[in-house]
C-alpha cells in the first residue's frame, strides 16, 4: 500500500510519520544552456546519449510555451495536453473536429478524444470522496488514454471501489499494483534540514522567509536545525505541505542542490505538461530524473488519503522527503511520498508548489540571490503607481484593493509590469450596478501588459492575475 517515506535518524530509519511530497505562461524553461548534472541525471534515468537529452529539454520548453497558450485560446471543452516524447511534440485532446484549427494554430497535435479533461476529473473528485479502502494504492487521470487509472491489490477490489463511487466503469481503467507509497521525511533545495531531536527531512524551495516543504515533515510549531526555524503551517494528510520560517542570518536561495557540484538555478514556478521531464533533489539519493505521468493525482498512504499530486517515476527513497522536484528550471513541487527505490525504481509522488505559495500566501524565491527581485520598473510616466507580489494563481485589485472614480469620459489606461519568467495579466473592470464587469484586458502569454480602454464615467478598478508563476509587479496607471 502506498506509503508516506519515514524520516531518517542519521543513517537509520526511524518510524515516524513523514512524507514525500511536489502556476501560468511566458519564457519558460531556459535550455541554451542546461545544467550539466540534469543533462547527466536524464542520461542515466531516462537512458538517453547526450545530443538526446538536449533536445529534449529544447523541446519540452517548446511543448509547455504552447501548452500554456493553448488553455488561454482553447475553451474549456479541451480534453487535456501531453508531452509526447517520440514525436516532441504536445498533444491535445479534443471532444470536437471544431477545435481542431485552434489546436493546430497554437502549435499542438490534435488527438480526438471521448471525454473532457474536467469531466474526468469530475469523476475523479468521485473517487477522492470515498473512503479507500485497504488495497487500493491510488488513482488519476491518465490524459493519453482519456480514463482513469485506479491502482489496485486486485482487479475486484479496484471495480468495486469504482462500483461504490458510481464513476462510470468503462471510463476506468483498474492496474493490479503491489505498490506501497509511503512519505519520506528528512537554503539551497535539495540540501538536508531536521527536525527536533534529529529527524531529516529535505528542503523544497526558498520562499519569502523560510522555504517549503513536505506537510510528514513536521506539525506546525515544531522547530528545525540547519536551517534553524520553526513550522509555520503544514497540512497533513489530505494535503502534505508546509512551510518553515527561518531565524536570522540564514540566506534565502533561488537554486536547487544538483548533487555534482554545482545548482540549478530556479527561475520560475510554471507547471510542466503531462510527458514532460522532472527532476528531483533529495538528501538521501541526490539528483534523480523521470518523467510526469499524471497531475491531480491521488494516493492512500496509512496516514489518511493525500490529493493533487504530481504522479512520476522519477525514484526517491526516506529522507528525500520534501525536497526539489523542477523540470528546466521551473520549480514544480515538493517530495511526498511513493513506493520503490533507487535500485529498483518506483513512483514518487510531489506536492504542487504552486499550492503551497497560494495556500500560505508566499513568493518563490528565484536566482539571483536570498533577497526577492524587486519589482520591475519599464512602467514608468504615468501618474499612478502600484506594487505588489502575488503567488500563482493570486489575484489583486488596485488601487490598494479598492477602486477609483471616473468623473469624465476618457481614456483609461493601464501598464503591468510582472516578473520575467511568468505570465501575469491585467483587467480593467467597471461598476454596472450590481457587479464588476471587465471592459478591457491584456493576457498575452509574457508577464507584461498594456490596456488601454475609452470609458464613460463610473467606478473602476485594475485586476493583475498571477495566471502562471509568481513575484513581485509594479503597475502604472493614468484615468481621464
Same mark, same amino acid.
Given at each position: 500500500?502506498?506509503? *508516506?517515506?519515514?524520516?531518517?535518524?542519521?543513517?537509520?530509519?526511524?518510524?515516524?510519520?513523514?512524507?514525500?511530497?511536489?502556476?501560468?505562461?511566458?519564457?519558460?524553461?531556459?535550455?541554451?544552456? *542546461?545544467?550539466? &548534472?540534469?543533462?547527466?541525471?536524464?542520461?542515466?534515468?531516462?537512458?538517453?546519449?547526450?545530443?538526446?537529452?538536449?533536445?529534449?529539454?529544447?523541446?519540452?520548453?517548446?511543448?509547455?510555451?504552447?501548452?500554456?497558450?493553448?488553455?488561454?485560446r482553447v475553451p474549456a471543452a479541451l480534453g487535456g495536453t501531453?508531452?509526447?516524447?517520440?514525436?516532441?511534440?504536445?498533444?491535445?485532446?479534443?471532444?470536437?473536429?471544431?477545435?481542431?484549427?485552434?489546436?493546430?494554430? &497554437?502549435?499542438?497535435?490534435?488527438?480526438?478524444?471521448?471525454?473532457?479533461?474536467?469531466?474526468?476529473?469530475?469523476?475523479?473528485?468521485?473517487?477522492?470522496?470515498?473512503?479507500?479502502?485497504?488495497?487500493?494504492?491510488?488513482?488519476?487521470?491518465?490524459?493519453?488514454s482519456n480514463r482513469l487509472v485506479v491502482s489496485a491489490r486486485?482487479? &475486484?477490489? /479496484?471495480?468495486?471501489?469504482?462500483?461504490?463511487?458510481?464513476?462510470?466503469?468503462?471510463?476506468?481503467?483498474?492496474?493490479?499494483?503491489?505498490?506501497?507509497?509511503?512519505?519520506?521525511?528528512?537554503?539551497?533545495? =535539495?540540501? &538536508?534540514?531536521?527536525?527536533?531531536?534529529?529527524?531529516?527531512?529535505?528542503?523544497?524551495?526558498?520562499?519569502?522567509?523560510?522555504?517549503?516543504?513536505?506537510?510528514?515533515?513536521?506539525?506546525?510549531?515544531?522547530?528545525?536545525?540547519?536551517?534553524?526555524?520553526?513550522?509555520?503551517?503544514?497540512?497533513?494528510?489530505?494535503?502534505?505541505?508546509?512551510?518553515?520560517?527561518?531565524?536570522?542570518?540564514?540566506?534565502?536561495?533561488?537554486?536547487?542542490?544538483?548533487?555534482?557540484?554545482?545548482?540549478?538555478?530556479?527561475? =520560475?514556478?510554471?507547471?510542466?505538461?503531462? =510527458?514532460?521531464?522532472?527532476?528531483?533533489?533529495? $538528501?538521501?539519493? +541526490?539528483?534523480?530524473?523521470?518523467?510526469?505521468?499524471?497531475?491531480?493525482?491521488?494516493?492512500?498512504?496509512?496516514?489518511?488519503?493525500?490529493?493533487?499530486?504530481?504522479?512520476?517515476?522519477?525514484?526517491?527513497?526516506? +529522507?528525500?522527503?520534501?525536497?526539489?522536484?523542477?523540470? +528546466?528550471?521551473?520549480?514544480?513541487?515538493?517530495?511526498? =511520498?511513493?513506493?520503490?527505490?533507487?535500485?529498483?525504481?518506483?513512483?514518487?509522488?510531489?506536492?504542487?508548489?504552486?499550492?503551497?505559495?497560494?495556500?500560505?500566501?508566499?513568493?518563490?524565491?528565484?536566482?539571483?540571490?536570498?533577497?526577492?527581485?524587486?519589482?520591475?520598473?519599464?512602467?514608468?510616466?504615468?501618474?499612478?503607481?502600484?506594487?505588489? $507580489?502575488?503567488?500563482?494563481?493570486?489575484?489583486?485589485?488596485? *488601487?490598494?484593493?479598492?477602486?477609483?472614480t471616473s468623473n469624465a469620459s476618457g481614456t483609461h489606461k493601464?501598464?503591468?509590469?510582472?516578473?520575467?519568467?511568468?505570465?501575469?495579466?491585467?483587467?480593467?473592470?467597471?461598476?454596472?450596478?450590481?457587479?464588476?464587469?471587465?471592459?478591457?484586458?491584456?493576457?498575452?502569454?509574457?508577464?507584461?501588459?498594456?490596456?488601454?480602454?475609452? +470609458?464613460?464615467?463610473?467606478?473602476?478598478?485594475?485586476?493583475?492575475?498571477?495566471?502562471?508563476?509568481? /513575484?513581485?509587479?509594479?503597475? /502604472?496607471?493614468?484615468?481621464?
Amino acid at each position: 500500500m502506498p506509503r *508516506p517515506l519515514p524520516a531518517l535518524l542519521g543513517a537509520a530509519l526511524i518510524t515516524a510519520t513523514a512524507v514525500i511530497a511536489l502556476a501560468p505562461q511566458a519564457s519558460s524553461v531556459q535550455v541554451k544552456e *542546461p545544467d550539466g &548534472a540534469m543533462l547527466t541525471a536524464l542520461q542515466r534515468d531516462l537512458r538517453l546519449t547526450p545530443d538526446q537529452a538536449q533536445d529534449r529539454l529544447i523541446r519540452e520548453d517548446e511543448a509547455a510555451r504552447v501548452d500554456r497558450a493553448l488553455r488561454k485560446r482553447v475553451p474549456a471543452a479541451l480534453g487535456g495536453t501531453w508531452y509526447d516524447a517520440r514525436s516532441g511534440r504536445l498533444i491535445a485532446g479534443i471532444t470536437a473536429d471544431g477545435q481542431r484549427a485552434r489546436v493546430v494554430a &497554437a502549435g499542438a497535435e490534435p488527438r480526438r478524444v471521448a471525454y473532457t479533461e474536467a469531466r474526468l476529473d469530475a469523476w475523479k473528485a468521485r473517487l477522492d470522496a470515498r473512503q479507500a479502502p485497504a488495497g487500493i494504492p491510488g488513482w488519476y487521470v491518465d490524459l493519453p488514454s482519456n480514463r482513469l487509472v485506479v491502482s489496485a491489490r486486485s482487479t &475486484a477490489i /479496484g471495480r468495486a471501489f469504482v462500483a461504490s463511487s458510481g464513476v462510470p466503469a468503462n471510463v476506468v481503467r483498474v492496474v493490479v499494483s503491489n505498490e506501497s507509497p509511503r512519505a519520506m521525511i528528512d537554503v539551497v533545495g =535539495g540540501n &538536508a534540514y531536521y527536525i527536533g531531536s534529529g529527524t531529516r527531512c529535505s528542503v523544497g524551495f526558498s520562499v519569502n522567509g523560510g522555504f517549503v516543504t513536505a506537510g510528514h515533515c513536521g506539525r506546525q510549531g515544531a522547530t528545525t536545525s540547519q536551517p534553524s526555524g520553526q513550522f509555520r503551517g503544514s497540512s497533513f494528510p489530505g494535503n502534505d505541505y508546509a512551510w518553515v520560517g527561518v531565524g536570522a542570518g540564514n540566506t534565502m536561495i533561488g537554486a536547487v542542490n544538483n548533487y555534482a557540484g554545482g545548482r540549478v538555478a530556479v527561475g =520560475g514556478s510554471q507547471d510542466a505538461p503531462v =510527458g514532460s521531464s522532472i527532476c528531483r533533489s533529495g $538528501s538521501t539519493t +541526490g539528483w534523480r530524473c523521470g518523467t510526469i505521468q499524471a497531475r491531480n493525482a491521488t494516493v492512500t498512504y496509512p496516514e489518511g488519503t493525500i490529493t493533487g499530486l504530481i504522479r512520476t517515476n522519477a525514484c526517491a527513497e526516506p +529522507g528525500d522527503s520534501g525536497g526539489s522536484a523542477i523540470s +528546466g528550471n521551473q520549480a514544480q513541487g515538493v517530495t511526498s =511520498g511513493g513506493s520503490g527505490n533507487c535500485s529498483s525504481g518506483g513512483t514518487t509522488f510531489f506536492q504542487p508548489v504552486n499550492e503551497i505559495l497560494q495556500a500560505y500566501g508566499l513568493t518563490l524565491v528565484t536566482s539571483g540571490g536570498g533577497d526577492l527581485t524587486p519589482p520591475p520598473t519599464t512602467c514608468t510616466g504615468l501618474p499612478n503607481n502600484y506594487s505588489g $507580489s502575488l503567488s500563482g494563481g493570486g489575484v489583486a485589485y488596485q *488601487p490598494n484593493g479598492s477602486y477609483y472614480t471616473s468623473n469624465a469620459s476618457g481614456t483609461h489606461k493601464g501598464c503591468l509590469d510582472g516578473p520575467a519568467g511568468t505570465d501575469f495579466d491585467l483587467y480593467l473592470q467597471k461598476w454596472n450596478g450590481s457587479s464588476w464587469a471587465s471592459v478591457a484586458s491584456g493576457t498575452t502569454e509574457a508577464p507584461d501588459e498594456t490596456v488601454t480602454y475609452n +470609458g464613460t464615467a463610473g467606478y473602476y478598478r485594475w485586476q493583475v492575475h498571477a495566471y502562471s508563476g509568481s /513575484g513581485s509587479y509594479r503597475l /502604472g496607471t493614468s484615468t481621464p
